[in-house]
């Protein structure tokens, strides 16, 4: 995969169902699927805190090899 950050909003990632949005670390696999990559902040708050979490492709690389909507590629 490669490592870019995202030049404008992508809608939905797979993994966490995060939106993508514009200045996010992403990964880009051959596929051209794109994922969280790094680390990601989620858009919430919890008890007044932004939760950091590792990169969703990082954590999916971790167990699997294959892009997640892509398994047979």
């Not at 949005?21 to 990601?40: E, F, M, N, S, W």
């Not at 708050?45 to 294959?66: K, L, P, Y």
């Amino acid at each position: 995969f490669s490592e870019d950050v995202l030049s404008k909003d992508a809608g939905e990632c797979a993994i966490c169902l995060e939106e993508l949005q514009q200045g996010d670390t992403i990964a880009r696999l051959p596929c051209l699927c794109i994922y969280h990559k790094g680390q990601v902040f989620l858009r919430m708050h919890i008890e007044a805190q932004t939760v950091a979490f590792i990169g969703c492709i990082d954590e999916w690389f971790e167990v699997n090899r294959s892009c997640p909507e892509h398994p047979s590629d």
